[in-house]
């Protein structure tokens, strides 16, 4: 018997990801319904090789579903996750809403996924942000091995990570510097993003970090542990798809960089691509697409004791939302934490 699986905010990028992850990795799912706001009742989205129309989220009942997978932003997930849960569907929500409740496990499969179980108080579980998703798969097998101190990263996050607007925004002025007359002001961007980068993502805390770095922060602690200290530079580039990270770690032993290559060889989700020479590294357009996590330009840092510098690149859409999603719920099945309902 497989499982009914509604996906909320399925006409949005991460939503549309979600049903084409859910085909290609043969969920055992036996129906899957795409759930969106009243305005795109029946807009047609893809899974597998059928098409499905969309349903109102208002008025879908989610005592027939078993998972619900959501990408449709906090203010829904505010709204809309209990109310899902009560009902006794599994919620997995990719919205920053639930991440920093203690009810609330945090979960990437690959590094955390013994704590899937605390799950079952508000029948919710978060998805982190894609930044943090990507970092910590790379970096836990190396904290297992060697215990990480101190984090420094610098990221360059593509424009699909603030969705399909942002994307049409960079598209649309790029096109402008080549179109004589055309202009496309900053909309979704406190400056333009086309030929540019904007070291801003979310708005300002008090302490002159951005809310995007600051759930850097709590994220990786929440999922690999508070005593990580943690610092970051969250940064807009003109990329479509794949966010990409430098990253400095500091451990409390000595770790050599062959030690590391290898620890990363054998990791879950981690693809080491590391070439001392012209090209011997991946890039986002690389790595767009692809599930795996991928790992470059591994070297000593030699500004402290036990140090190393990294290269992370991942698709922010596939393993930084949607893919984690579906490994989510394939962990729940796998861990027989859930059961499919009986119709």
Not at 59 to 82: N, T
Not at 96 to 124: H, M
Not at 234 to 247: D, G, I
Not at 319 to 338: D, S, T
Request: glycine fraction near 6%; proline fraction near 4%; charge should be neutral.
């Amino acid at each position: 018997m497989g499982y009914k699986v509604a996906v909320v905010g399925a006409t949005g990028n991460v939503g549309r990801e979600m049903m084409n992850v859910l085909a290609d990795r043969k969920f055992p799912a036996s129906e899957v319904f795409a759930i969106a706001s009243r305005r795109s009742i029946g807009t047609e989205v893809s899974y597998g090789d059928r098409v499905l129309k969309c349903q109102d989220l208002e008025h879908f009942d989610f005592a027939k579903a078993d998972i619900c997978m959501m990408s449709a932003g906090s203010a829904v997930a505010k709204e809309w996750a209990l109310k899902i849960g009560a009902k006794g569907c599994v919620v997995i929500d990719n919205s920053s809403c639930w991440r920093y409740d203690q009810d609330v496990p945090l979960i990437v499969p690959e590094v955390n996924g013994d704590a899937i179980g605390g799950f079952t108080k508000k029948n919710i579980i978060a998805n982190p942000n894609c930044s943090t998703a990507q970092m910590v798969v790379a970096l836990k097998p190396l904290h297992d091995a060697a215990t990480i101190k101190r984090i420094v990263v610098s990221t360059y996050q593509s424009v699909s990570g603030a969705g399909k607007d942002a994307m049409d925004e960079l598209w649309a002025q790029t096109k402008g510097k080549y179109v004589p007359g055309q202009e496309f002001p900053a909309k979704k961007f406190p400056k333009e993003i086309a030929f540019n980068v904007i070291p801003q993502i979310d708005v300002f805390m008090e302490d002159g970090y951005t809310k995007e770095e600051w759930k850097m922060l709590v994220e990786t602690k929440k999922i690999m542990g508070s005593k990580i200290r943690v610092s970051a530079t969250c940064v807009r580039v003109p990329v479509f798809v794949a966010h990409s990270e430098s990253v400095n770690v500091e451990f409390e032993r000595q770790m050599s960089v062959a030690e590391a290559r290898s620890i990363l060889r054998e990791a879950p989700g981690v693809m080491v691509v590391d070439k001392r020479e012209s090209g011997g590294y991946v890039t986002p357009i690389e790595a767009a697409g692809e599930y795996a996590t991928y790992v470059s330009r591994i070297r000593e840092d030699a500004t402290v004791e036990y140090g190393l510098a990294m290269w992370i690149v991942s698709d922010n859409l596939l393993k930084g939302a949607a893919l984690n999603a579906v490994q989510i719920a394939e962990e729940l099945i796998a861990r027989k934490l859930i059961k499919p309902k009986v119709a």
